[in-house]
T-cell receptor, first 113, second 115 residues
Framework: DQQVKQNSPSLSVQEGRISILNCDYTNSMFDYFLWYKKYPAEGPTFLISISSIKDKNEDGRFTVFLNKSAKHLSLHIVPSQPGDSAVYFCAASEGGSQGNLIFGKGTKLSVKP | DGGITQSPKYLFRKEGQNVTLSCEQNLNHDAMYWYRQDPGQGLRLIYYSQIVNDFQKGDIAEGYSVSREKKESFPLTVTSAQKNPTAFYLC??????????????FGDGTRLSIL
């Protein structure tokens, strides 16, 4: 049974608009959440993370929101750029970064010029 | 330049052969990890090591073996017992000590194919 779910396999957005990628989880013990970006034939690149004591973390164009009661997190990219086109993975762990990461299946984002 | 190096980038294996994938890091990270990615899937943990000379099985360890003789190196052997070895293999590392959460950082992967 999947503990981390990314229900949208793909998302298409116009350049300059907001991209919102969603992630749901089932394990209430998860306390550390991360987003990674991945290009084909490359390793994932860490984007942004959030611990369960916060509900928002921002880094430049990237903001992650955490709703613990709904067991839901989202990644907002504003404004979206064509170079953001990639697969985005959500990951979660129990025990902070000492715990093992559980990954979602990814969402492929396409940003059109 | 600090980072995680995986070699080779592409690897071919004949049926019944063992093959070893290399992972080296010069980040002075304590922990190292091996993941497998299949098409349309997320990453699944094969093995991990939080300290030299110690390692633990992940979710899909069957048919794989590892060693951690040096802090910088965490090679993965795909044995002939692994029935479906064709996949993209990713190595990662992270800092374990300290009070703040630290993300895992990944190498660029090795694609293994069966001839």
């Amino acid at each position: 049974d999947q503990q981390v779910k990314q229900n949208s396999p793909s998302l298409s957005v116009q350049e300059g608009r907001i991209s919102i990628l969603n992630c749901d989880y089932t394990n209430s013990m998860f306390d550390y959440f991360l987003w990674y970006k991945k290009y084909p034939a490359e390793g994932p690149t860490f984007l942004i993370s959030i611990s369960s004591i916060k509900d928002k973390n921002e880094d430049g164009r990237f903001t992650v929101f955490l709703n613990k009661s709904a067991k839901h997190l989202s990644l907002h990219i504003v404004p979206s750029q064509p170079g953001d086109s990639a697969v985005y993975f959500c990951a979660a762990s129990e025990g902070g970064s000492q715990g093992n990461l559980i990954f979602g299946k990814g969402t492929k984002l396409s940003v059109k010029p | 330049d600090g980072g995680i190096t995986q070699s080779p980038k592409y690897l071919f294996r004949k049926e019944g052969q063992n093959v070893t994938l290399s992972c080296e890091q010069n980040l002075n990270h304590d922990a190292m990890y091996w993941y497998r990615q299949d098409p349309g899937q997320g990453l699944r943990l094969i093995y991990y090591s939080q300290i030299v000379n110690d390692f633990q099985k992940g979710d899909i360890a069957e048919g794989y073996s590892v060693s951690r003789e040096k802090k910088e190196s965490f090679p993965l052997t795909v044995t002939s017992a692994q029935k479906n070895p064709t996949a993209f293999y990713l190595c990662a590392s992270s800092i374990q000590k300290g009070g703040n959460n630290q993300p895992q950082h990944f190498g660029d992967g090795t694609r293994l194919s069966i001839l």
